[in-house]
């Protein structure tokens, strides 16, 4: 099917980027306050066109929460379904991404889905490697398969500024430690978090990473497995149940394809057995979403009917 062309790409960024202008970027993680909030691009990966885009294509970001959907297909590749999903549910839940509020209502506690940061965090300590570095080089390693992009590598500025500055991330991991919920040394498993959410892309490298997802888990160009079926499948239904948070609902309505965000203002989306797409715009409203990325999805997914419902 022949989609989307670059100058439709081109029309469609030129559309959304009025609201470049609307949210503000995360400062939170003190390094991120440093991207330009004007930035606005999209990429579109299929089999049959390769790689389109339009706007700054050529901005590198953070992965940030993009990175939990990787994390979760390794951590079930390296731990098995069963054992993954006994520490972390399969439940949206209607709060912002860093909530802590649900992990003690929860008896016995465990995270309501590995999206959020108490369930992403118990998914990176399921992930194999005795010591930060070997875990998140092993993240790298499916980033460079998935991306065909083996120059990806950690922004060390942004790790080392949310390593400094994760007090609610270091207080959800030592609450979750004491309740049996991770395994290892909790300043270990928040140097590979901090770590594996400053893996350094652009929009093509998200494209990519869609189109692997969306061709259910195979390279789009050699057909060799990345990602076992069942779990590309179980990566995209988090994305479509949990990917915005508590936005996703509204989302699925509005866009209506698989989608995961991160707070550096990059959306990884895609649409099944057809596109992988990247967004990048780094103004975020108040949870955490990218405003002018979700326009931009919105108005493509609305012009291609793209809708998967
Ligand atoms: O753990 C954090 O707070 C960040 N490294 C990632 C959060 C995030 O990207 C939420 N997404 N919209």
């Not at 995270?111 to 965090?121: D, E, R, S, V």
Request: aromatic share 6%; proline share 5%; with cysteine.
């Amino acid at each position: 099917m022949k989609c989307t062309t670059e100058q439709e790409l081109v029309k469609l960024v030129k559309r959304s980027k009025p609201f470049t202008k609307d949210g503000k970027v995360a400062d939170y993680i003190p390094a991120l306050e440093k991207a330009d909030p004007d930035k606005l691009a999209i990429a579109v990966y299929s089999k049959e066109d390769g790689c389109l885009s339009a706007g700054d294509v050529g901005e590198t970001f953070t992965l940030q929460s993009i990175s939990k959907i990787l994390t979760l297909a390794l951590a079930i590749m390296d731990a098995g379904e069963d054992h993954v999903f006994s520490r972390v549910g399969k439940e949206p839940t209607g709060d912002p991404f860093n909530s802590i509020a649900k992990l003690e209502s929860q008896v016995p506690s465990k995270p309501l889905n590995p999206m959020i940061n108490a369930g992403a965090l118990v998914v990176t300590d399921l992930i194999h490697g005795e010591t930060s570095d070997e875990k998140v080089g092993r993240i790298l390693q499916l980033i460079h398969d998935m991306t065909n992009n083996s120059s990806i590598g950690i922004n060390y500025e942004v790790a080392d500024s949310e390593f400094e500055s994760a007090h609610l991330n270091r207080a959800l991991c030592y609450f979750m430690k004491q309740h049996g919920l991770i395994d290892n040394d909790v300043e270990m498993l928040l140097e590979a978090y901090t770590k594996q959410c400053s893996v350094e892309v652009n929009c093509k490298d998200l494209a990519r990473i869609g189109m692997v997802l969306a061709n259910e888990g195979r390279d789009p160009e050699t057909e060799r497995k990345i990602i076992p079926r069942y779990i590309a499948r179980i990566v995209k239904t988090f994305m479509v149940t949990c990917g915005m948070y508590n936005a996703s609902g509204e989302f699925a309505i509005n866009v209506a394809i698989p989608a995961k965000s991160g707070v550096s203002g990059g959306i990884l989306s895609l649409v099944p057995n057809q596109m992988g797409i990247g967004v990048y715009s780094p103004p975020l409203d108040p949870k955490g979403n990218s405003i002018a990325g979700i326009k931009l999805l919105e108005n493509f997914s609305s012009q291609y009917e793209l809708s998967i419902f």
